[in-house]
């Protein structure tokens, strides 16, 4: 996508250098990618979509993506459909998407395609109140020969968490609306079984947790409170992130023109936000990026912390 040289991408090598070309340069609109196994299509994604949206101007930027869509190690399509692009969106950049086959662990098979109009360049984003809970939605899915009844228990199991939780903590409890269905066999490929829940506030953050049934590595996690619980624990940290969003939006305000701010209330930094932040001082450093966690005053006697970020103000070089 980048025109890069690279050297060292084989088998056994132990040292892999990278350089990337020009964007401005890229004549294609279409990229293909493919696993080959259930390697998540997701994290493709996260790689390709920065890289796409300051591409050359005109058509479209195409991704197509095979691998897995809903496997374990990696985000779900429906968290980068229905949470990280809400996201985005608040920076100045969408996408649209179509799902043309789900893929589960181990066999993976799934493709999605993901259509991208290139920017040109992204906005701050702040967000520092939390708000209160508008909705709670959700899906859960069964595919292959895996029982109906396992999709019905996810959900029902999953909305009788977040009604405890919310109520245990003097929330008011919103309606909860978690639908469980069979996916077609035309669209799946293999067993599998999950959910996927997404939490909305009326300041306009989003939460999404998500959890793996009869196809996850892990037997001893229960899926549906797993993913009652994502939604639940930022709510009850004052935090208006997630912490699977907290290392993506880390390159989004590493790009973006100006100063953004994110409440993360108790929340604490991730393993993989801090290796973010680092990696973007790393290369942005000298650009003018620069990333810190500061107390936030407003919160009183209640110890908050927010996210503030001077990105570097990439700018499309073609437009």
């Excluded at 990280?84 to 043309?100: H, I, M, Q, S, Y």
């Excluded at 009652?228 to 699977?244: F, R, T």
């Excluded at 919160?299 to 970020?309: H, M, N, R, T, V």
């Amino acid at each position: 996508m980048c025109n890069a040289q690279v050297k060292g991408a084989y088998p056994g090598s132990t040292r892999l250098e990278f350089i990337p070309g020009v964007l401005s340069q890229t004549q294609k609109r279409t990229f293909h990618a493919d696993t080959q196994t259930a390697g998540c299509t997701i994290l493709l994604a996260q790689v390709a979509l920065p890289i796409a949206l300051f591409l050359p101007p005109g058509d479209l930027i195409t991704l197509i993506l095979r691998g897995g869509t809903n496997v374990p190690m990696g985000p779900h399509i429906e968290y980068l459909t229905e949470v990280f692009r809400p996201w985005l969106n608040k920076f100045g950049a969408d996408f649209d998407f179509t799902v043309l086959k789900r893929g589960y662990y181990p066999k993976g098979g799934g493709e999605i395609h993901l259509r991208i109009p290139p920017i040109k360049s992204l906005n701050s984003v702040e967000m520092l109140q939390l708000g209160d809970i508008k909705s709670i939605s959700g899906w859960a899915y069964v595919a292959g020969s895996v029982p109906l009844s396992e999709a019905y228990n996810m959900a029902e199991v999953t909305k009788n968490t977040i009604h405890k939780k919310l109520t245990d903590n003097n929330i008011q409890v919103p309606s909860i609306n978690i639908e469980a269905y069979r996916e077609d066999r035309e669209m799946a490929v293999g067993n599998g079984s999950g959910i996927n829940v997404v939490c909305q506030l009326n300041s306009g953050s989003v939460f999404g947790g998500s959890g793996l049934g009869s196809n996850r590595r892990d037997s001893k996690s229960e899926p549906a409170t797993e993913a009652a619980e994502q939604i639940i624990n930022p709510i009850l940290d004052g935090s208006c992130i997630d912490e699977h969003m907290q290392d993506q939006m880390v390159l989004l305000m590493a790009l973006a023109h100006g100063r953004s701010r994110l409440l993360l209330g108790k929340q604490q930094l991730t393993l993989h936000t801090e290796t973010a932040i680092k990696v973007a001082e790393l290369m942005l450093g000298d650009r003018g990026f620069r990333c810190q966690v500061i107390t936030n005053r407003d919160a009183g006697d209640s110890k908050q912390y927010i996210l503030e970020c001077n990105g570097c103000g990439l700018l499309n070089a073609a437009n």
